[in-house]
T-cell receptor, first 115, second 111 residues
């Protein structure tokens, strides 16, 4: 039972254009969402997050949008740069008891930004 | 500031051998985690420790044991390695907010 889903294994965009990465979740107890970026042979690094009390959060070129009714979030990267090429993981947390300590990750989307 | 340090970075085992993956963090974080990453499977939680002295199972705990030695250190042990445990293992920690900090990973091959 996959609670966090990233249905696109890969995405390819041109440098300078917008990259949109999507994520869906099924657990209505999730109330905090994060995006992580991972380069080969490195650990994932935190990129941006959003609380369920918001519907948008921006940090420079990165914006995350949350649609709670649809249980959907998306990460927008504008403009995309070749250095953004990496695997992006969506993660979620929330709920009572031990669930609050655990982050559940999606399977990841490989973004390739072509020069 | 080293953050989260994992050792070793690479390891090759034969089926049935045992080993311990070490993890230490210097950020005074309360919670620590072990994840594994497999192709097409994302990051799956093996075990976590919400605070010193406590450990709990995650999504895929079978075949593993953990020890929260103190606030800094959280080790993962494979008692009898199996080929299905070939994976990249990541240790992570967080203080009390929601952001996880990850180590650089241990690539484990079980032959």
């Amino acid at each position: 039972d996959q609670q966090v889903k990233q249905n696109s294994p890969s995405l390819s965009v041109q440098e300078g254009r917008i990259s949109i990465l999507n994520c869906d979740y099924t657990n209505s107890m999730f109330d905090y969402f994060l995006w992580y970026k991972k380069y080969p042979a490195e650990g994932p690094t935190f990129l941006i997050s959003i609380s369920s009390i918001k519907d948008k959060n921006e940090d420079g070129r990165f914006t995350v949008f949350l649609n709670k009714s649809a249980k959907h979030l998306s990460l927008h990267i504008v403009p995309s740069q070749p250095g953004d090429s990496a695997v992006y993981f969506c993660a979620a947390t929330g709920g009572s008891g031990g669930s609050n300590y655990k982050l559940t990750f999606g399977k990841g989307t490989l973004l390739t930004v072509n020069p | 500031n080293a953050g989260v340090t994992q050792t070793p970075k690479f390891q090759v085992l034969k089926t049935g051998q045992s080993m311990t993956l070490q993890c230490a963090q210097d950020m005074n974080h309360n919670s620590m985690y072990w994840y594994r990453q497999d192709p097409g499977m994302g990051l799956r939680l093996i075990y976590y420790s919400a605070s010193e002295g406590t450990t709990d199972k995650g999504e895929v705990p079978n075949g593993y044991n953990v020890s929260r030695l103190n606030k800094r250190e959280f080790s993962l042990r494979l008692e009898s390695a199996a080929p299905s445990q070939t994976s990249v293992y990541f240790c992570a920690s967080r203080r009390g907010d929601e952001k996880l900090f990850f180590g650089s990973g241990t690539q484990l091959s079980v032959l």
